[in-house]
């Protein structure tokens, strides 16, 4: 075998699978999908609607950026105990707890390689937030956002039974979440309309990362509902359910429904404070 060989292998396998999505499409048989242009979206999109209610991982990934530009001299002198600290952080909760069970359910039970794959995503990250900082964000490598001509209820797991959470957003992450979370650590509040594209499935469950996640990290009522606050009542900022709540009563009673939903999803009381 030469060197080329797996690489044309790949390119060979990529054919055929567009191939065969065109032919899904085109006799409305399987999960076909297909680009699209939304001149709702030709401004760009809020962050915030893309990120809350489902995505807290994203979150968790700005604040390794922050983490890392925090100590960046201990990562380049001794990488290992740079890794240990991020252990200690809730950027390694995000990957065992969230990440593997989406992205990586073959290494479940597998403590090692997780380990290994975690190290492997730590070098991934440092590399990318390098590669920003020295040549920007490059539009060559868009943020991928999905959406669906059927959006099914949210899931944690692919296949899994749904969370519970009503949703009225169209758009969702797919691929790219690490660059926008570092978008957010720079300080972008919207998305451009050059840093995404928008891939449009038959049907597709969106992921809800935060549901695992305030359980997993313990998340507290006041880091909660400000994170809800970024989508629901954005400028303003609450830190109580209750006061949340009225909030969205009175000025988006159309939304009330899906941010109950939320909150009882996620482990939160309604009618009370936490």
Not at 68 to 84: G, I, K, M, S
Not at 115 to 132: G, I, M, P, S, T
């Amino acid at each position: 075998m030469t060197l080329l060989q797996p690489f044309q292998t790949l390119r060979r396998w990529k054919r055929f699978g567009m191939a065969l999505n065109t032919a899904q499409r085109a006799s409305g048989v399987g999960n076909y999908w297909y680009w699209m242009q939304v001149p709702a979206l030709a401004d760009g999109i809020p962050i915030a609607d893309l990120v809350c209610p489902l995505r807290y991982d994203v979150y968790v990934r700005r604040d390794f950026f922050s983490f890392y530009a925090a100590h960046r001299e201990l990562y380049r002198d001794d990488p290992r105990t740079f890794v240990a600290r991020v252990r200690e952080t809730p950027y390694y909760v995000w990957y065992m707890d969230s990440e593997a069970v989406r992205c990586n359910p073959h290494l479940r039970g597998n403590r090692v390689a997780l380990e290994d794959a975690f190290v492997e995503r730590v070098r991934r990250a440092v590399n990318l937030y390098k590669d920003v900082m020295a040549n920007g964000f490059s539009p060559k490598h868009p943020i991928i956002l999905k959406t669906a001509e059927l959006i099914l209820p949210p899931t944690t797991d692919r296949g899994g039974s749904p969370t519970g959470k009503f949703i009225s957003g169209k758009y969702f992450l797919a691929d790219g979440c690490h660059r926008l979370a570092l978008l957010m650590e720079l300080g972008y509040r919207f998305l451009p309309p050059e840093f995404f594209r928008v891939k449009c499935f038959k049907e597709f469950s969106p992921f809800d990362s935060t549901s695992l996640l305030t359980r997993a990290l313990a998340l507290d009522e006041a880091t909660y509902v400000r994170f809800l606050s970024t989508r629901y009542c954005a400028p303003l900022s609450f830190t109580q359910v209750e006061p949340f709540l009225n909030h969205v009563r009175v000025h988006n009673p159309g939304l009330l429904n899906e941010v109950v939903s939320a909150l009882s999803v996620d482990g939160f009381q309604v009618g009370r404070s936490q």
